[in-house]
C-alpha cells in the first residue's frame, strides 16, 4: 500500500463484498431453516457494514481513487473476505457453514496482517492495525462457535 487513500478504497472494497456474501449467506442458513448460523451470518454482515462504515467516514475528506473491481489487486480471485459462495447452498451443514465464514475472516485478517506488515506509512500503519484487531475478534468468535458445534454443545448466543 503507498497511500492511505488506497488502504481505504481497498478495505472499503473487500468490507462491501464481504457484508454482500454474507448477507447472501444468511438468506440461505435462514431459508432453509437455520436460524442460529442464520444470525450469525447477519452478524457478519453487520460487522463488514461496520467496517465499510469506518472507511467511508475516514476517506470523506480524502481524495479517493476510482478504482473499477477488475482494478484490484487481490491476493485471489476475489477479495479476501467474500466467502465461498457454494455455501449459499441452503443444503450445506452448519458445520461447513461456520468453516467457510472462518475461512473467509482469517483471509481477511491475513489480508490486513500483510499490509500492516509491509506498510511504511504511519496512518498506514494505525488503521492495519485496527483491522487486524477487529478480524481477530471475529476469527475468536467464529472458533468459539465452532468448538461448541463439535463438542455438541448449543452455539453461543448473537444479538
Not at 454482500?20 to 454482515?45: P, W
Not at 492495519?128 to 458445534?149: D, T
Request: net charge negative; with cysteine; aromatic share 8%.
Amino acid at each position: 500500500m503507498e497511500t492511505v487513500e488506497e488502504f481505504l478504497a481497498y478495505a472499503t472494497k473487500l468490507e462491501q463484498e464481504a457484508a454482500i456474501r454474507f448477507d447472501q449467506l444468511a438468506d440461505a442458513m435462514e431459508t432453509c431453516g437455520n436460524r442460529e448460523v442464520g444470525k450469525l451470518f447477519r452478524r457478519l454482515a453487520d460487522f463488514s457494514r461496520m467496517h465499510l462504515a469506518q472507511t467511508r467516514a475516514r476517506s470523506g475528506f480524502r481524495e479517493m481513487p476510482a478504482m473499477k473491481p477488475g482494478e484490484f489487486d487481490w491476493p485471489g480471485v476475489e477479495s479476501p473476505e467474500a466467502a465461498a459462495i457454494w455455501a449459499a447452498d441452503p443444503l450445506i451443514g452448519r458445520e461447513q457453514a461456520l468453516e467457510i465464514a472462518l475461512d473467509a475472516e482469517a483471509a481477511g485478517l491475513a489480508y490486513y496482517s500483510s499490509v500492516l506488515d509491509t506498510a511504511v506509512d504511519p496512518e498506514i500503519i494505525a488503521l492495519a492495525r485496527e483491522f487486524v484487531e477487529e478480524e481477530s475478534g471475529h476469527v475468536s468468535e467464529l472458533q468459539k462457535w465452532i468448538a461448541a458445534h463439535r463438542a455438541g454443545e448449543a452455539l453461543p448466543a448473537v444479538g
